[in-house]
């Protein structure tokens, strides 16, 4: 039972790359989130996905795009990176079973240079 | 808009001393309220959540938290702290259901010899 996964662990673009940050969960969670973590500014929401098919955007959205492609996947684009984007990324499932609470991946720890 | 504020930036404390954090929402009716806990290098962690009834909540490693209603704050305490719980500390909140939690802008805690 692995929960939520994100990929890659680490990530290096130059400026105007694009990338997509990856995140799968096997807990049967309705919901998905993405925030992003910078220093002193705690976790923002990016993006969030209801449920499947669904998708709404948080504090932050600009300059990036989600794809939930189906209950377990919810992934997050970056089209043109940005230095601004230079933060770390994580992606958490919400389940209102027994476990009621967010459940958090490892992160993804995003450079743009 | 929903906030949650956590007053604190930097706590420094020496072992065995006890331990406060102040959390403050501004939600109108139910809230759902957490806090997580962040090792260095780590993701985020649920030390403790208040839904409803006994708004005294005890977590998990000896931690607990205070819900007072009227001073719209979830403080987080330990009588006594360890080394091993240096890491950052964050407050969140959100409504029933899936909505996303808003959290706040975290606590750093060193404990020292």
């Known amino acids: 039972n692995a929960g939520v996964t994100q990929t890659p662990k680490f990530q290096v673009l130059k400026t105007g790359q694009s990338m997509t940050l990856q995140c799968a969960q096997d807990m049967n969670h309705n919901s998905m989130y993405w925030y992003r973590q910078d220093p002193g500014m705690g976790l923002r929401l990016i993006y969030y996905?209801?449920?499947?098919?669904?998708?709404d955007k948080g504090e932050v959205p600009n300059g990036y795009n989600v794809s939930r492609l189906n209950k377990r996947e919810f992934s997050l684009r970056l089209e043109s990176a940005a230095p601004s984007q230079t933060s770390v990324y994580f992606c958490?499932?919400?389940?209102?079973?027994?476990?009621?609470?967010?459940?958090f991946g490892s992160g993804t720890r995003l450079t743009v240079v | 808009a929903q906030s949650v504020s956590q007053h604190n930036h930097h706590v420094i404390l020496s072992e065995a001393a006890s331990l406060e954090l102040g959390c403050n929402y501004s939600y109108g009716g139910t809230v759902n309220l957490f806090w997580y806990v962040q090792y260095p290098g780590q993701h985020l962690q649920l030390l403790l959540k208040?839904?409803?009834?006994?708004?005294l909540v005890k977590g998990i490693k000896g931690f607990e938290a205070e819900f007072i209603k009227s001073k719209f704050s979830f403080n987080l305490r330990k009588p006594s702290v360890q080394w091993s719980d240096t890491a950052e500390y964050f407050c969140a909140g959100g409504y029933s259901g899936n909505t996303p939690l808003v959290f706040g802008k975290g606590t750093r805690l060193s404990v020292i010899a």
């Open positions: 996905s209801a449920s499947e098919g669904t998708t």
């Open positions: 208040y839904f409803s009834g006994d708004p």
């Open positions: 958490a499932g919400f389940s209102n079973l027994m476990s009621y609470g967010y459940t």
